[in-house]
């Protein structure tokens, strides 16, 4: 007796010895599988719009060369994700700076007694 299935599929008994079972497929299953990478792009619209508020809110003036480096990147990430990734770095750099500044210039006014009136 043939142990083959009408359908062609050889049937595999149970206990059958190894390498003669298929490998077990893993994944996503069916159709199109999403890309692991898309680039920067969750990335460069938090540093848009961090920066943004940050210049709005704070008057964070490296808000706005930040807010243009994380629209740069955007617009590069398909094209360049390279470049568009330093952008990004430069973006979350420029964001962070500007907030040290300002802390900086509160403490410093807050210590030479500018806040007293």
């Not at 792009?41 to 706005?64: D, E, F, R, T």
């Not at 952008?87 to 030479?112: D, E, K, N, P």
């Amino acid at each position: 007796m043939s142990q083959e299935n009408p359908s062609g599929y050889p049937y595999q008994p149970y206990g059958a010895p190894y390498g003669e079972q298929p490998p077990p497929q893993y994944g996503y299953g069916y159709g199109y599988q999403p890309p692991r990478d898309a680039g920067p792009n969750a990335g460069a619209i938090v540093s848009l719009v961090l920066n943004l508020v940050a210049l709005v809110s704070c008057c964070n003036v490296l808000g706005l060369p930040g807010a243009i480096l994380a629209g740069m990147a955007l617009s590069r990430a398909r094209t360049q994700p390279q470049s568009a990734r330093t952008m990004v770095i430069w973006s979350w750099v420029l964001f962070g700076l500007g907030f040290v500044l300002a802390i900086g210039t509160f403490l410093t006014l807050g210590l030479t007694g500018q806040f007293d009136d």
